[in-house]
């Protein structure tokens, strides 16, 4: 029961830190809560029929499908996180000053709710499949009862929603009047990370050069797949092998992010 | 402060651009790289590699031939390799590996048995014969 409990809860955390930060990005924002829950809703159905045509998708594609598959879905997360970026950043004040009216505020944008909504979709139909396919295994191999496989599901799920709801709450707490800020170069650092992932995996199909690999070797020191490892590399990305496509990838991400973030609005957008 | 703005953007534009095409030149030599790839066959049984470590020809292209000999599905990681891939019980999977530099362990590992599936490989001092 340890070992499902252990794996639902990596697979869950991804989500859930990507899920805490965008709320938290999006404060304010009418009607977050309920886009939130049918971001999830969507990206569980999605990561369940995904699973059932999973082999197919494996051998699609010469056998580099999943490769593919993982690299797009990634870079789809990146890039609905800079845009949820960069419209925070430009409207995020108007929502502010119309805090106490909701019509107002709703008057004011509502895009990035449906951002958020698709990110975490999309975030669980990737982590979302991995997970069916395991759970899937752990059935078929007879020793686990389907009691000790829906307590471990259980206690993965709390333990990764837990850790989502204290990164929120301690974003929110930590930042005072400036959780945008805070949250905007968390969320620069996460996607950096994500982006990197993607080209590593086109990398590895073949797809494009990864230059000089690995650039540096931090394996030893701290792994990747140890779990502070998968931790900072989740919500920092951090690679103890990475290829200089991959560091490249990481650092215009990086850029890119905390430029929409933090960019200069013209007076007229600033004030009005 | 906007005058100075777009040229920095240009220049960090040009400065990645120049990146990528440092990693396309890089590539050609690995290219030009001809040999057939030395082949790895790992099998996956009991949740564990088999064999569990291996040594490998540096500067050679590795083709890894993984087949999942349980009847349950496993993730194939390897982070040094960038390598992550579900394979279904019973199947198998390749992966074409570009040269690696001699004197390096790329580990990797069954995703969904951590505790049973881990692996190494293990890239060799001296330069393959060709």
Redesign the interface.
């Known amino acids: 029961m340890s070992q499902i409990a252990l794996m639902v809860f990596r697979e869950t955390l991804e989500v859930a830190v990507v899920a805490a930060l965008l709320l938290a990005a999006t404060r304010g924002i009418p009607g977050r809560w309920t886009w939130a829950i049918v971001g999830i809703v969507v990206g569980i159905i999605g990561a369940s029929i995904i699973a059932v045509f999973a082999e197919r998708l494996a051998d699609s594609v010469a056998g580099s499908g999943q490769d593919v598959f993982q690299a797009v879905v990634l870079l789809a997360t990146v890039v609905l996180v800079a845009w949820t970026i960069a419209w925070m950043r430009t409207h995020g004040r108007q929502i502010a000053a119309r805090a106490r009216d909701t019509g107002r505020r709703i008057a004011a944008g509502t895009a990035p709710r449906y951002l958020m909504a698709t990110a975490i979709a999309v975030c669980i139909l990737r982590d979302g499949t991995e997970l069916a396919m395991f759970l899937v295994g752990a059935r078929m191999a007879s020793e686990t009862g389907a009691t000790s496989l829906l307590a471990g599901f259980a206690i993965g799920i709390g333990g990764g929603l837990a850790v989502g709801a204290l990164l929120y709450r301690g974003v929110m707490a930590a930042s005072l009047g400036h959780v945008f800020n805070a949250v905007a170069a968390l969320l620069a650092f996460l996607g950096a990370g994500l982006a990197a992932d993607a080209i590593g995996k086109l990398c590895g199909a073949g797809w494009l050069p990864s230059g000089i690999d690995p650039l540096w070797d931090t394996e030893e020191i701290l792994s990747q797949a140890s779990d502070l490892g998968r931790f900072l590399h989740t919500l920092l990305g951090y690679m103890s092998q990475p290829s200089t496509a991959q560091v490249l990838t990481y650092g215009a991400t990086l850029a890119l992010v905390l430029w929409l973030g933090f960019r200069r609005l013209p007076a007229s957008i600033a004030s009005r | 402060?906007?005058v100075l703005r777009t040229p920095r953007l240009i220049i960090?534009l040009l400065l990645?651009a120049a990146?990528?095409v440092?990693?396309?030149a890089?590539?050609i030599p690995?290219a030009r790289a001809d040999d057939a790839p030395f082949e790895v066959r790992i099998a996956i049984r009991n949740h564990r590699f088999e064999p569990a470590i291996i040594e490998v020809p540096a500067d050679r292209p590795l083709k890894l031939i993984v087949t999942n000999e349980d009847?349950?599905?496993?993730?194939f990681e390897s982070?040094?390799?960038?390598?992550?891939?579900?394979?279904?019980?019973g199947?198998t999977?390749?992966?074409?590996v570009?040269p690696l530099r001699p004197n390096?362990?790329?580990?990797f590992?069954g995703?969904?048995?951590?505790?049973t599936a881990q692996g190494q490989l293990v890239v060799k001092g001296d330069v393959a014969t060709k």
């Open positions: 402060m906007a960090g990645v990146g990528w440092a990693l396309l890089d590539a690995a009847p349950t599905p496993e993730e982070i040094g390799l960038k390598i992550e891939r579900i394979i279904p019980g199947k999977a390749e992966f074409l570009k390096r362990n790329f580990k590992f995703e969904f048995h951590l505790d």
